[in-house]
């Protein structure tokens, strides 16, 4: 018998217990449902990885900034107003014709909250967090990042003290973009190392 109503799959064992949690903690008046939702939307919404694609974007841009960037991250991230919990201790690794970055958690999910907003799922599975230090080409190539053997990769783990954040090179034929043109090709993987900026051609 045919039948039109989508099927839906059931939540993960971990969301069943966060949300028991939220409950629990709702009903004795220790969680405001309210508020943590306009957190999670805060994050979501406004506080992302657009904040860090105008980090690399003023890099790509404006050698003084790159060079303070690198020399103190905390600080020259924070002059553009990037700054508060999880992202307190930052450091920028910079990707070469030579070295590819890739960043990692192995511990949880320690993450660049300022900059990047929440983090991705897969960024807090076991597999990416073991896998990423045992084997990073072979995770990268399940990204879809393809990288030669010449190549050296760097694994940055991520602790509660120090935040990592990429800063990837800057595609070819993008000389004369403006900073806000620029941004549009930062993806928030490229700012994790597992992933490319986006084409300039694709871009236009």
Known sequence: MPHDHAHTEPPSEVGLRVKALESLLSEKGLLDSGALDEIVDMYEHKIGPQNGAKVVAKAWADPAYKKRLLEDS??????????????EDMLVVENSPTVHNMVVCTLCSCYPWPTLGLPPVWYKSAPYRSRAVI?????????????????????????????F?????????????????????????????????????EAQ
């Open 74 to 87: 905390t600080a020259a991230i924070a002059e553009l107003g990037y700054t508060g919990v999880q992202g």
């Open 165 to 201: 954040l990429v800063l990837p090179e800057r595609p070819d034929g993008t000389d004369g973009w403006s900073e806000e043109k620029l941004a549009e090709l930062v993806t928030r993987d490229s700012m994790i190392g597992v992933g490319f900026p986006k084409n300039p051609a």
């Open 135 to 163: 084997d990073p080409r072979g995770t990268l190539a399940e990204f879809g990042v393809e990288l030669p053997d010449s190549k050296e990769i760097r694994v940055w783990d991520s602790t509660s003290e120090m935040r």
